[in-house]
Structure formats: C-alpha cells, structure tokens
C-alpha cells in the first residue's frame, strides 16, 4: 500500500533582492513529504535548504518573496494563508526543530515555560495537565531529571539537553510534520547519535513525515528514507536514500559523496624522531560556587594530569566530547591560560615557569587556528594586514613582512591579491584559510588546530584538510588537532588521544585505535560515528 502524501512543494522559486550570478534562493522546486518517512534535504550553504524549510513555516526574511509555486497542506496552499492562519499550523501539525537552540530559546523564560506557550496556544487543557504532558514529553526525549529541567533555564543545561528540549517542545503536539533543520551539526558525536535515534523512535512511533536538512551524509547514511540534494536553490537529484548513497547520478551529488572523510587510517608514523613538545602531568582546576548564596567553592578537573608526547612532523588527534578538556589543554599549551600543576616542555625548556617576556621567542613557534575563523579575524584590518602583524610583531620589518604575508596567502590558495580584502569579502571556508595563513606566517614548529573544520560544508572540509596535509608536508611543522569528528581524525591524525571528563582515557596510533579500542569511552565513541556501516563508493579514490 502506497504512504500518503502529507505535503507537496509545486514548483516554488523565492526571488532574491539584488541576487548578482543568481536571481533566486529557490527555483522551481518540486518535493512531496511522506507519512512516517525521514527526507534528508542534502546541501552545501546556499544550496536553499533553509529557505525552503523556512517557507514552509512562513517564516520567510521579510525581503524574499515567493514569486512562484504553491505549498499544499492537505487541502490548503500556506503560501496564501495569512499570518494568523499559519500561526494555527506552526506547531500543531507543522513544528521545527532550529539549528541552534541557544539562539532559538529565550534565555528569560525556563523550559517547561516555553514549551507550555505551545499548549496555551493550541490546547484548552488545565494547568495540572499541561504540566503532566510537558514531564511526559521531557522523559521522551530521555532527558535527566524532568522535575529539574522542567525550571531550569536554557543556560543551565548542556547543548545537548538544550536540542532534546526543542524536539519536545516541537513534539508535544504530534504534528503531522517535523522539519528538523541542522539539528546535530553542533554536536558531539554520542548526542548526535542519541538524538538521531531519538528523531527515528519518534517517527516511527506516530507516523510522523521528517524533512531533515543537513550536509553530513554520515548523518544522511543513519536516518533517510529519501534524499534530496539541492545545489544553488535547485533540486538536482531525488531517490530512495539507497540509491543516491551507493550510485548518485548528478555530478554535484558524486562531488558531495566523494568529499566525505573516509574511515580509513593512516601508515604509522616513524616514531623514532625526536620529541618536540612533552605535557607532563599537567593540570587544570576551575571553582565553583555550591550553591547561590553558599560561599564554599569546589574544584573541578578541566585537565587531570595528562601526558602525552608530540613529536617532529607528527599529528595528534586530541578527541572528546565538549567538557572534555581538548581545548584547554591547547590553551595551556600557548600559555592563554595558565596551568595549576604539572609541565608542558617545549625543546626540553618548560614553558609553564616562564614569565610573558620570556615566553615570546616560543609564541612564534607554537601557533593556533581557531574554530570560528570570523570570531578571530579582527575585521577593521585588511588580511594582508592580519597574516603580516605577526611577524612585524616579532622584529620583521613591514615590506618583508607584507611580501611574505602575499605568498602565505598564495600558498593557502587565496591568492596574493587577496591581502587588499577585508574578512567580510570571504566565504567560511575562505576565512579558514586566512586563519591558516595567519598561523604559518610565523613558520610555526607546532600548529595547534582547533576544531578547524567543524563548521564548514563537507567539500570544503575536504579542501581545507588536504590543504593542511599539503602544507605540512611542505612545511614538516607538528600538528595537534582537535576535534569530535571521528571521521577526520582518521583522515589526518598519525595518534590518537582520547580524552573524557579532564582525563586522557587512550592514546595510540590512529589505527590501532580505531580497529582495537581498549577504553568503554574510546569504544562508545566509535559506535557512536554517523553512517558507520555505509560504505562510501568512492572510498578507493579518497
């Protein structure tokens, strides 16, 4: 018996207001939503995923338009309902789950509060029950502690928590539609598996139609049914997930699939090059207060003793989830923050006694690529400026400085002529590059990367890692790199170690790691990768 269709999308085009090279963020799109079926909407930023999504919901920026095409509900086109019609629908039978939930939560009101305006809003039910429904909702999507949560405010509880409070909120009406819009990007990669799974069971059990927009197809590999692939705000190719996962026939899909970080690792390293960098039972500690109005504190591990060796040309893959301590091992290492106990010895001379003045000569050898490259970049300066301001800092004079600042520029692929430019002008993955480029002016021994591509679409993750492998091959600089990705771990890292709850819990080679982990955590982590079983076709040519 053939599912029924629970929404069809009729050749819908939204114009863009002076759109330059293209004239819509949506053109001619056709899709049908399923009954108790999960669509993944596959795409590149600026494919036209979200505008799509968005145009379900009316939730439209005020200067795009829909110019053409119809979206029927049932028996009603809500492209021509007005607002108070739409607003009717939007959580009853159609709901959304947002890419970020810090921003989509309002930090003033508690959890249970926020979801009780969807029942004020579309039910009758007394206060006592609403309550009921919304403690019911909280323990079905597995969250610790209802009672708690329920009064707690978007800040007090974890990412994680945060996203399973917005599918309750987005399910205690059983809609008929759920469009989950990015909901695991963020994530890290055991509550990604959590949620995913907690998206199926749920769809599964009310027969619930899921349009899933994101461009991992990991993810894509765990939960479609179908899948959409969208380039430029085109549809370019639709199947079963089956199909367009093992024999994709658009050149753009074949591109996609092809840039997807395979799970194979690395040759092991020579480990008989001498150790540039030793952490030696370094420590890290953080207080916190007890309670509001108690005055007794209580110290928390951010690091608890680690030790690990980082030797010449090598790199290590530091994973974990987030609290795990990752990043505030690196920040010890540049001395951003300063440690509580142990050593961190860089050419056999300790830098965690070293005063600023004398750690300086040691900041040009030891640099950092940030995850947010935006967040980074100072934007009143030109790159050119930015990429030269180290070494002009260090006693290189500006000409030389700016010479070299143009062909780091060129050697990362942007191009000398992109010094004159300011980071506004640049696409993500280009302000990766800048924070690249930035960090090799200084003809680092070691570059610590953190979380370098977590935020980017998956080809240009794929460009900005082969960059990295290109330049250090060229450069033989040490790498320590951070991430939850497991799947680029494997592509990059000659050593993995693993970290949980301030602790290194493993430490190997890549493969060994991989294919014999000892640790339950190292275990979980692995069992947790999206799309693991799915065995990429291009897998011989990554």
Known sequence: MSKKSLLEIQNLSISLPDGGDRRHAIENLHLKIIENEILCVVGESGSGKSMMARSIMGLLPKRLKITEGKIKFEDRYLNHLKPKQLQEIRGLSIAMIFQEPMSALNPLHSIGKQIEEVLLLHTSINKKERRKRILEMLSAVHLPDPQQVIHAYPHEISGGQRQRAMIAMALILEPKILIAD?????????????ILKLIRDLQ????????????????????????????????????????????????????LIRSVPDLKTPKLLDSSKPVLLKVDNLEKTYKRRRGILSSSKSEIYAVNKIQFTLREGETIGLVGESGSGKSTVARCILKLVSSDGGAI???????????????????????????????????????GQMVAQGPIIHGEKKIKAFQKAEEILDLVGLGPLSANRYPHEFSGGQRQRIGIARALALDPKILIADEPVSALDVSIQAQVLKLLGQIKQKLNFSMLFITHDLRVAAQVCDKIAVMYQGNLVEMGSTGKVFEDPQHEYTKSLLESIPGRNWINPYAKDL
């Open 182 to 194: 990015e909901p695991t990007t963020a994530l890290d990669v055991t509550t990604q598996a959590q």
């Open 204 to 255: 599964i059990e009310k027969q619930t139609g899921v349009i899933f927009i994101t461009h991992d197809f990991g993810v894509v590999a765990e939960i479609a049914d179908r899948i959409a692939v969208m380039k430029d705000g085109q549809l370019v190719e639709e199947n079963e997930a089956q199909v367009i996962l093992n024999s994709p026939k658009h050149i753009y899909t074949q591109e």
């Open 345 to 383: 010895f860089y050419k056999k001379e300790d830098i965690t006694q070293m005063d600023r003045k004398a750690m300086m000569p040691y900041r040009r050898d030891i640099q950092m690529v940030f995850q947010d490259p935006y967040g980074s970049l100072n934007p009143r300066l030109t790159v």
